[in-house]
């Protein structure tokens, strides 16, 4: 068995959190682009997740810390 490794870089969109693939390995060798272009289909899937009508934040930025992300922005309605 292998461990997929992948960094994901936060990037914000209209209000949303949305994240791409920076790198990814399987063990220590990168992954092959096959890998890496299904890996960016499931995050493009679940990219309405983290938008500010489902989360109540409107998110203007975001900064990575060890261990923690800050999420900076206003509150929104949810319907």
């Known amino acids: 068995s292998l461990t997929i490794t992948l960094a994901l870089r936060p990037v914000v969109s ?3 959190v949305q ?3 920076e790198s990814a390995h399987l063990g220590r060798i990168p992954a092959p ?17 983290f938008r500010p009508e489902k989360t109540g934040l409107y998110v203007e930025r975001v900064q990575i810390k060890p261990g923690v992300a800050i999420l900076t922005g206003r509150p929104v309605a949810r319907p």
């Open 14 to 16: 209209g209000g949303a």
């Open 19 to 21: 994240f791409e693939v």
């Open 33 to 49: 682009e096959k890998l890496v272009a299904a890996a960016r289909e499931q995050l493009a899937k679940k990219g309405d997740v």
